[in-house]
C-alpha cells in the first residue's frame, strides 16, 4: 500500500510523462516534491548543457532532494525518468516511465509503467508495478569521506596529472618554441601539446576537486574528464604520425615509445578509472551520502 502522500506525487508526475511522450516521444528526467506545509511543487535541473545525459539530472535533483530533506522541507519527493525494466513474467527489456518516491516516514518506492511505440507513433502503455527502493532522498546525515582508491584517484587528478602536464609544458614545450634555432617544421607539434593539455590539466584539477569536496554530479564530470583525457591523448599521437609520416617517413624510431605514453597508457587508465567510478561501492556510497 503506497502512502496517500506518494499517490499524490504520482498524479502529478505520470500525466507529464506521458503527455511530454506522445507530443516528443521522449522526456527528460524530472521532479515533483511534497513539502513540510503539503504543498506540491515541481522540479527541474539544469547544469548548462542543453541535452544533459539523463543520469547527471537524475544526480543534481537527488543532490538538491537530499540537502531540502535534511533542512526538514520536504515531506516526500519523487523523480520521473525514462527507463528500461523487464516487467513481471517477462524475459525481455522494454521502455518504461519510472517514478522514483521516497516519503520522510521511511517508505521508497519505484513506480514503474511499461509503454512502447507503435509504428504510427502512439504510445500504447501496459500493467503498472511496482519495486522497493532504497532510500537516497532521506538519508543520514552522516558523511562519508574519500578514502581509499577514490582518495587516490582524487589526488591523481588534482595534483599528478596538472602539475605533470604543466612541468612539461615549462620545462620542454616553450623552451623549445622561443628557441631560434629550432626547425620551423617541427613547431606544429610544439604548438600542438599546449593547446590541448593545458586545457586538459584545468579538467582535471576541477574533477578531481569536485570528487574530493562530493560536490553533485562529481562522478558524471570525471568520467566526462577521463574521456575528454583520453581523447586529447590519442588526437596527439595521430598529430605526430601524421607528422612523421610527412617530414620523415623513412623514421620509424619513437613510435613504440610514443604509442605507448599516447595510446596504451591513457587507454588503460581511462578503462581503469572508468571502471572504477562505475562499479566502485565506494563510490556510491560516498555520493548518495554527501
Known sequence: ???????????SLLPFAERTLAEHGEFFPFGTTM??????????????DE??????????????????????DLRAAGICYDARTTPPGQTEKCDAVCASMEHQCGEAVNVILPYEKTSDGEVQ??????TPRISQFFVPTEKVAVGGWLLWLCFALTCVFPVTSLYHIFSRTIPTL???HTPVRVLP?????PVLFIPIAIFSFIAGLKLWLVRPGAVSFAKYFLLSYLGAHTAYFLVWVYWILIFQPNQSA?????????????VLFMALWYSYLKQSKRVRKTYLSG
Open 125 to 130: 502503455y501496459g500493467q503498472m508495478f511496482t
Open 1 to 11: 500500500m503506497v502512502h496517500p502522500d506518494l499517490n499524490q506525487l504520482l498524479n
Open 35 to 48: 513539502k513540510s506545509d503539503g504543498e506540491i511543487v515541481a522540479v527541474s535541473a539544469y547544469d548548462g
Open 189 to 193: 607539434i610544439f604548438i600542438i601539446f
Open 254 to 266: 619513437g613510435f613504440a615509445e610514443m604509442g605507448r605514453w599516447y595510446l596504451v597508457n591513457p
Open 51 to 72: 541535452r544533459p545525459p539523463s543520469q547527471s539530472v537524475i544526480d543534481l535533483l537527488t543532490h538538491a532532494f537530499r540537502q531540502q530533506a535534511r533542512n526538514g
Open 178 to 180: 622561443i628557441n631560434p
